[in-house]
């Protein structure tokens, strides 16, 4: 099975999100070889919810996942901490409903949830705990303490990242999981269906969220950079720049 851990619906927080177009962005996902993806939508977009309902109301659920058109989508979430750092959470669809309505009152910057608050919130719920790109200059994660770093299931060998940077940051990441003693897996960021296919992990097939944490845990899965990684991460770039500077949408 392969599974891409960080991908979004929206390509923008200013336009909502149609079956038809979500169905579009799953095939794209499909034909860039992809078997699973986990939905990590940020928790302040606007149509947190109308993403959500929309799944509800046209794919089955199963399991812990979504079967959208043959392809699994695990719920997911991307939350902003206030001290700086995204935080992806992978849970099953009850749980990311409710961590998203407890966040309510943290969706602007000044007030942002405290990563100590964030765990707490998270403690005996069936979650996996990704710390998204770690290095990135914006929002980086190295500069939290030892006690929040070991306290992630993974961190994230982000396709953006390695676009940006070089994929020596793969390395860069990997070593920083083997610090902790624990794993880093792949995820393309994805908001435009051109990066799909970017980075991807290979996993055996699973149906819930134990089983992806139990995969992660004992490292039994591989990760695969796509020697394509920089023209789709390029490309998907270009159409956002282009869409941006015609208006369609705010970015």
């Known amino acids: 099975m392969k599974i891409d851990f960080h991908t979004h619906a929206n390509l923008s927080k200013a336009l909502a999100v149609t079956p038809e177009e979500f169905r579009s962005k799953i095939k794209e996902a499909k034909e860039s070889g992809l078997d699973a993806l986990a ?29 959208v058109d043959g392809v699994k989508v695990f719920p997911g979430i991307e939350i902003d901490v206030l001290e700086t750092g995204h935080f992806l959470v992978v849970a099953e669809r009850e749980t990311i409903k409710g961590i998203s309505h407890q966040l309510k009152e943290h969706t602007e910057e000044h007030n942002f949830i405290k990563v100590n ?68 897996v792949a995820g393309s960021d994805t908001h435009q269906f051109f990066q799909y296919g970017a980075v991807v992990n290979h996993f055996p097939e699973c149906h819930t969220i134990e ?11 591989e990760v695969q950079l796509s020697p394509a990684l920089r023209l789709k991460v390029r490309a998907a770039k270009f159409v956002k720049k282009i869409l941006k500077e015609k208006d369609f949408v705010t970015i």
């Not at 770690?134 to 396709?159: C, K, M, Q």
Request: proline fraction near 4%; charged fraction near 30%; avoid cysteine.
């Open 39 to 67: 939905l990590t939508e940020h928790f302040n977009a606007p149509n947190f919810d109308d993403i959500y309902h929309m799944l509800d109301t046209h794919f089955p659920y199963q399991h812990n996942y979504y079967d």
């Open 117 to 184: 608050d964030l765990n707490e919130l998270l403690k005996g719920l069936n979650v996996i705990k990704i710390g998204a790109h770690p290095y990135r200059e914006s929002t980086p994660w190295v500069h939290h303490t030892e006690e929040t770093l070991a306290s992630f299931d993974a961190f994230d060998i982000n396709g953006k990242d390695l676009y940006k940077y070089g994929t020596e940051m793969k390395s860069k990441v990997d070593e920083l999981a083997a610090k902790y003693d624990i794993s880093a």
């Open 211 to 221: 089983e992806l944490r139990n995969v992660i845990k004992n490292k039994d899965y």
